[in-house]
């Protein structure tokens, strides 16, 4: 088994067809069973949405409130999993529920330990 | 507590105080941007809560998000950094831009909000629009379902009534001491509409239309929670909306149809609605005020109380001639007809309807009907037919069919 994050992108900048107060209960019970799915294959590993306050250091150590996306996407959470490999993870990740509203997306990351050998 | 439908709930209740503090702190001509910071602190929480469980105390999470979201967006935006907050810093004299989401900045909020939405310069369309989206965190296809139109439809009278704001140049001021009757007056008329919205709907899906009788409601104790608001016109329109919703489920059977008053199961009368309809018409008659309202919700007293007498009618018919006087309509006379059938006899209430015009009114043939079925039963067939060819419910139709085989 190796370890992989999962990170979920946020389109927040579309204001075309906001959810539903219905569509919002919706998703967060696709949330919890897609959760509940990884966590019932024993690869769940741990997982958070972030709140949206955060602080961003600059290099130059100056500390400002944030984080402030200038982009189109930010940054809503991330899970880490336990999967056989790239593909079981991609799997996993297909299935996020987040992958349902237009212009997010989910990026599949391998965690590479430094005590072990990087893989090419 | 039951999860299945948090969201929907919170939202409900939560969205329009959101919107409303957003606007009052940060201008209202931010408005659709207050919208978007709302939804997005909707959003959040339901991917967070999906994945991380649900917050002890979702309000204030809700709150706390929101909060956060408006301080990024303060951040984020050069011209409100160079507009609004210098003069935001210099009227407030504080340095943080923290929105507040106390109990008493909500209720002023949403005070200021309800004027704004009612001002009498916006059109009755975009008003009542605008209370369901903003006021009442009515979801845009519900709306739709209400008014029996589709998204499209409403995203765009929502977006024309965004911009009469703006055109009109309201603002969220609190009104002047002077205006305030004018105001006010408007408000009412907007909450009375909205709760007709549902009363009389001819949309089906009666859960909505219960839902939109309650947030006429919900409105109506918003203003008596602020002592300037707390007058006598409003506890006796939030009287006449108790003492209405109180024959809700009587009034509908299983397919939406409408059960006249006379063969109402008075079982289904909801006593709690009568005891609070009660309660605000005494508090309305501390001031010696005849308003439409007034009159309206004694009207409404005397159709709660289920024994027909003669001095509940008569009652009746005195409140029906004082509501002419105020304003004159076909259709109150048609009401006052009935009435006077029940008080006087066919002849008087005939003698009502001479010169009533309203041909395009079922129930004003199918009282003719009953009216005549006695004195002259071909006549009476005819306007039963009249009345059957306006009807749209199958439920109406047979009714009218069954009464016609009757004569």
New interface residues.
């Given amino acids: 088994m190796e370890e992989y994050l999962i990170l979920?992108r946020?389109d927040?900048l579309t204001?075309e067809n906001?959810?539903?107060?219905?569509q919002?209960?919706i998703?967060?019970?696709?949330?919890?069973e897609?959760?509940n799915s990884i966590v019932a294959q024993k690869k769940f590993k741990s997982?958070?949405?972030l709140?949206?306050?955060g602080k961003v250091i600059q290099s130059d150590h100056i500390i400002t409130?944030?984080p402030?996306v200038?982009t189109k996407e930010s940054l809503?959470?991330f899970?880490m999993i336990l999967a056989n490999d790239f593909e079981d993870a991609a799997n996993i990740a297909q299935n996020c529920?987040?992958l349902m509203g237009e212009g997010n997306s989910v990026e599949v990351r391998k965690v590479v330990g430094i005590h072990k050998e990087k893989e090419h | 507590m039951n999860h299945s439908d948090l969201l929907p709930n919170l939202f409900r209740t939560e969205y329009t105080k959101i919107i409303s503090v957003l606007c009052k702190q940060y201008g209202f001509f931010q408005l659709e941007i207050a919208e978007d910071i709302a939804s997005e602190t909707f959003l959040t929480a339901s991917q967070t809560w999906g994945l991380n469980g649900i917050p002890e105390n979702p309000i204030g999470w809700l709150y706390a998000v929101a909060k956060n979201k408006a301080k990024n967006f303060i951040h984020r935006e050069s011209i409100l950094y160079n507009k609004v907050l210098p003069v935001y810093q210099r009227e407030k004299n504080i340095t943080e831009i923290e929105l507040d989401l106390s109990d008493e900045n909500i209720l002023d909020s949403q005070l200021r909000m309800i004027f704004a939405i009612a001002h009498p310069s916006l059109p009755l369309e975009s008003q009542i629009g605008l209370s369901l989206r903003i006021l009442c965190g009515f979801g845009i296809e519900e709306i739709a379902r209400a008014f029996l139109s589709n998204k499209e439809t409403i995203n765009k009278r929502l977006l024309r009534a965004k911009n009469k704001l703006r055109e009109n140049n309201i603002s969220l001021e609190f009104p002047k001491p002077c205006e305030l009757e004018e105001r006010l007056s408007s408000v009412l008329r907007t909450i009375y509409l909205l709760f007709n919205e549902g009363y009389l709907s001819q949309v089906q899906d009666r859960i909505l239309r219960k839902d939109l009788c309650l947030e006429a409601i919900r409105l109506c104790t918003i203003l008596l929670e602020n002592n300037e608001t707390n007058t006598s016109d409003v506890n006796a329109l939030l009287s006449l909306l108790c003492f209405h919703i109180s024959r809700f489920e009587a009034r509908l059977d299983g397919e939406g149809g409408i059960i006249l008053y006379g063969d109402q199961n008075r079982e289904l009368w909801n006593k709690e609605f009568i005891k609070k309809g009660e309660y605000f018409f005494f508090q309305s008659s501390k001031e010696p005020k005849f308003s439409k309202y007034h009159l309206e919700a004694a009207i409404a007293y005397w159709h709660t109380r289920p024994e027909d007498t003669g001095k509940k009618w008569e009652s009746i018919y005195e409140l029906y001639t004082h509501l002419l006087e105020l304003e004159y309509s076909p259709l109150l006379l048609l009401n006052r007809a009935f009435v006077l059938f029940k008080v006087k006899g066919r002849e008087a209430a005939l003698e009502e309807l001479n010169g009533v015009e309203l041909k395009t009114n079922p129930y004003y043939y199918s009282l003719l009907g009953e009216l005549y079925c006695d004195l002259e039963p071909e006549k009476a067939k005819i306007y039963f037919r009249n009345a059957l060819n306006l009807v749209t419910k199958d439920k109406e139709k047979s009714s009218l069919l069954k009464r016609l085989a009757q004569i």
Avoid: N, R
């Avoid at chain 1, 906001?18 to 219905?22: D, F, L, R, T, V």
């Avoid at chain 1, 998703?27 to 919890?32: E, G, P």
């Fill in positions: 979920m946020l927040i204001k906001q959810p539903s107060p219905e919002l209960q998703y967060m019970q696709q949330y919890q897609w959760v997982g958070t949405a709140s949206t306050e409130d944030g402030y200038e809503a959470g899970i529920p987040i």
